[in-house]
């Protein structure tokens, strides 16, 4: 019988303290400004001593581009925009609106919106 490998849990805790991280850091960006935000309030925010949002992120410009680039994804997967699947089909949108309301999607069930763009 094959062993059924489990993900190692302090690596799943690390993922979910990166997310924590991660979100919180959007909260303070969109609420004070990401000049106005320290990381200090982003750990105490995600319940993690500041030692270790430094310790995840090194600095706040990586944050920062973990935020941006977890809200065009839409998750924290280790995956080039370029090479998902919403993005391939975006590209094969015949027109222009076709192509942006099919990139928004994600962007559009992450937060959570009713509405649609059509």
Request: hydrophobic share 35%; proline share 4%; aromatic share 8%.
């Amino acid at each position: 019988m094959d062993k059924v490998k489990r993900p190692d849990k302090r690596a799943e805790g690390s993922r979910r303290t990166r997310e924590r991280a991660i979100k919180a850091a959007r909260e303070l960006f969109v609420a004070q400004s990401y000049g106005a935000t320290s990381l200090q309030e982003v750990g105490d925010q995600a319940g993690v001593a500041v030692q270790t949002v430094y310790f995840v992120f090194g600095n706040k410009r990586t944050l920062f581009k973990d935020v941006v680039d977890t809200s065009i994804a839409g998750d924290t997967e280790p995956v080039a925009t370029m090479d998902r699947e919403w993005f391939r089909a975006a590209c094969a949108e015949p027109t222009a609106a076709g192509q942006l309301r099919t990139s928004t999607a994600p962007a559009r069930s992450w937060a959570g919106s009713p509405r649609s763009c059509r």
